[in-house]
């Protein structure tokens, strides 16, 4: 082999390893953020892995609401209609938070099939749901109940507002 070809081929084995290096680092970054959704079903049924950061969403079950009276601990529940798991979340909930809207929560799932979230997203207007949320509550038929029940309070607010 001539000095000139085995140069050459240092050099395309510098790039491979240098990419293949790149390539890694890249894919491990986005393992660390992925956030994949689980339906409130899919976490009751335990298909949900345990410590590890998910997103979760669906309807906030009317009259689940907990709050703690000493701090800003807050319980509710999530449901898609088929099944609800319980939220756990510290801190102040978004302002467009209340019962039977659609919210996203991102956290971990313990032991006890609870999912302790550092981040609620509430839709920010009537007509908003997550795309998640929305296909969930499609598959469980129960869209058809949040559509009435939205377009039952948009009619109330119509009236009192004349």
């Not at 050459?8 to 890249?26: E, N």
């Not at 319980?86 to 659609?102: A, C, K, N, S, V």
């Amino acid at each position: 082999m001539n000095p000139v070809r085995k140069k050459r081929l240092y050099i395309v084995l510098a790039i491979l390893c240098g990419v293949s290096i790149a390539v890694a680092l890249a894919l491990t970054a986005l393992q660390e953020n992925i956030n994949l959704f689980y339906t409130p079903t899919q976490i009751a049924d335990g298909e949900a892995p345990l410590d590890t950061r998910i997103r979760a969403g669906g309807l906030v079950e009317e009259g689940s609401v907990k709050r703690s009276p000493d701090s800003l601990e807050v319980d509710f529940v999530v449901t898609d209609g088929a099944k609800g798991i319980t939220i756990r979340y510290q801190g102040i909930l978004p302002d467009l938070f209340r019962e039977g809207q659609g919210i996203v929560a991102l956290g971990k799932v313990n032991e006890q099939g609870v999912l302790v979230a550092d981040e609620v997203l509430a839709k920010h207007d009537e007509n908003y749901m997550p795309p998640e949320v929305m296909q969930a509550l499609e598959k469980s038929g129960m869209k058809q109940q949040h559509d009435a029940a939205t377009a039952g309070k948009q009619a109330y607010q119509q009236e009192s507002a004349q």
